[in-house]
């Protein structure tokens, strides 16, 4: 429901600031305690549930999912680091500076 409500806001202009409004709650995100954020951060809410209906939602969330399997990603945090002409593509899974750091600096050497 978070991330459908994420994806919605984007027809206020708002997917920025709900997404991080919601990654700084503390708690348990109930459709209640969304729509007083969504209001936080001035949007209309009837107007953010009506967007949510919409089936282009579901899919893109859909597509994300298929996405992230396909690149093997099965948690947060996770990097992708890429040298700039593609040559060099990495995944970086969980949080691990020395090998986020590693991948960067091949990243870098490929270019």
């Not at 920025?16 to 503390?26: N, R, S, V």
């Not at 009506?50 to 093997?72: F, H, N, S, W």
């Not at 593509?89 to 500076?97: I, K, L, N, R, S």
Request: charged share 30%; aromatic share 6%; glycine share 6%.
């Amino acid at each position: 429901y978070a991330a459908e409500v994420a994806l919605a806001a984007r027809e206020q202009d708002k997917f920025i600031d709900m997404h991080f409004a919601m990654m700084e709650a503390t708690g348990t995100l109930t459709r209640d305690r969304i729509a007083t954020i969504a209001k936080k951060q001035g949007l209309n809410v009837a107007k953010l549930e009506k967007a949510r209906q919409d089936p282009a939602v579901p899919l893109a969330i859909d597509k994300t999912v298929e996405i992230i399997r396909e690149m093997g990603i099965d948690g947060t945090p996770a990097f992708i680091v890429a040298s700039l002409e593609g040559d060099y593509v990495d995944v970086v899974q969980g949080f691990d500076a020395k090998a986020l750091m590693d991948s960067i600096d091949t990243a870098r050497a490929a270019n």
